[in-house]
């Protein structure tokens, strides 16, 4: 319904985005609850649904990255873009030597991701913070956009992370309700921009 605000600017891709996120977490609930959908035969790997989140996370970042890279209007901003996805996409390399992805998360290789991200929307508020505009942040869809995802990928790496180490610590210190919550926050803004945001005020 709000597709024609953003359908020509670097969101344009963003429905298909949110398309995959959700049929990545139907099939992750369909592998851990339903024998018909598993990708290991061995019992103990059976409900294992890792490996399409771990899939799923690179792209994230990528298409984020790609988005922010074409937003961003200061060349050096830009480089240090390409320098980041660079690093990120080395980062999930070593990773997967140390790690194997089909039964493990790559979460040391997610946080270095999301400290590119981090950058990312610093470098974006930045920009936007300096730029003259006569439409106030409020109209724009993806400052509201990058509030939520700043605010998700500043703590969810490193809940991961934890969780990941210890087991214990996931349940003792309720990880997974703090999860659902900035899942909650995050798609909150997700939605503000797309009822609040405005065309001509995009950036």
């Not at 990120?88 to 992805?101: G, K």
């Not at 969810?156 to 996931?170: K, M």
């Not at 900035?182 to 798609?187: E, G, T, V, W």
Request: proline share 3%; hydrophobic share 45%; glycine share 4%.
């Amino acid at each position: 319904m709000t597709y024609r605000k953003y359908f020509d600017t670097t969101l344009k891709f963003f429905p298909i985005f949110i398309a995959y996120t959700f049929f990545t977490d139907l099939l992750g609930y369909f592998i851990k609850f339903n024998n018909s959908f598993q990708f290991f035969s061995e019992g103990k790997y059976a409900s294992l649904n890792i490996v399409i989140y771990n899939i799923y996370q690179f792209a994230a970042y990528l298409f984020f990255y790609w988005v922010y890279y074409k937003t961003l209007q200061r060349p050096k901003h830009k480089q240090w873009v390409k320098y980041g996805t660079l690093i990120t996409l080395v980062a999930y390399v070593a990773n997967m030597i140390f790690q194997n992805p089909l039964y493990r998360g790559l979460y040391y290789a997610e946080l270095i991701g999301s400290w590119t991200l981090l950058a990312c929307i610093l470098f974006y508020f930045q920009e936007k913070k300096r730029e003259p505009s006569s439409y106030p942040q409020w109209k724009n869809m993806l400052f509201w956009i990058s509030i939520g995802s700043f605010i998700f990928y500043l703590v969810t790496p490193y809940i991961f992370l934890l969780g990941s180490i210890d087991d214990h610590v996931w349940y003792e210190y309720h990880f997974q309700k703090i999860l659902f919550v900035l899942i909650a926050i995050m798609y909150g803004f997700y939605m503000l921009g797309l009822l609040l945001g405005q065309r001509k005020a995009y950036r």
